[in-house]
């Protein structure tokens, strides 16, 4: 279960009945069979007293007060960490800031993560023979969160998990501010974003937002 609605179970903070209608259909479709909202809720209330305290309130009021957005049509590359490959990168985003253009430093290497169309010219940009690795055909499922985000622990991490659950591979995951941009292949973007937005969904109804 997302640790932000367990925690709330936990806290006394969500109505285990509504919890239990929520959850039922996702139950029955791991299971591959029917079950009664009567033997979910008797597992929420086993579960109520286990497992440890936290900020699922806060997770669930800042998840409640996002929204999404999914771009596809993303390809990505990886390249060797150096002086030069830096300048590049700096060219290059200094050129696109128009355009969806994320860069991820590493300890040895840049991801660099564009829009399909500009692909050439990013291969021209960095340095000859720096390429480490190239994929395209990816996709970038963006939440935008409230301000809140920066000191409510747990937020990314219950996106993740639900991502998980649902059997999404991440790809790469870059925080922003308020925004958390997690890449996918784009054969599961629409999984990705439907995912993530059931879990909005559960948090307005557990919070009333």
Excluded: W
């Excluded at 009945?17 to 009664?36: H, T």
């Excluded at 000191?151 to 925080?175: F, Y």
């Amino acid at each position: 279960m997302d640790p932000c609605l367990h925690s709330m179970l936990r806290e006394g903070l969500a109505n285990a009945s509504a919890v239990a209608r929520s959850l039922r259909p996702r139950v029955e479709s791991l299971v591959g069979a029917p079950v009664g909202e009567e033997a979910v809720l008797a597992a929420l209330k086993r579960m109520r007293g286990s497992g440890e305290g936290g900020t699922g309130q806060q997770i669930a009021r800042v998840l409640a007060a996002s929204r999404l957005d999914l771009k596809t049509g993303l390809g990505k590359m990886v390249i060797r960490r150096s002086q030069q490959a830096a300048d590049a990168v700096g060219e290059l985003a200094a050129r696109h800031r128009r355009i969806f253009l994320q860069v991820l430093q590493g300890i040895s290497s840049y991801t660099i993560v564009y829009e399909s169309r500009i692909r050439d010219e990013v291969a021209r940009a960095v340095p000859p023979g720096s390429a480490i690795d190239e994929s395209s055909g990816l996709a970038a499922l963006t939440v935008v969160s409230p301000p809140e985000i920066s000191n409510t622990p747990g937020v990314v991490s219950a996106i993740l998990q639900r991502l998980a659950s649902r059997g999404v591979n991440v790809e790469e995951v870059v925080s922003c501010h308020t925004d958390t941009i997690v890449i996918v292949r784009s054969e599961e973007g629409g999984r990705a974003f439907d995912a993530v937005q059931e879990l909005i969904s559960e948090c307005r109804s557990l919070t009333g937002a």
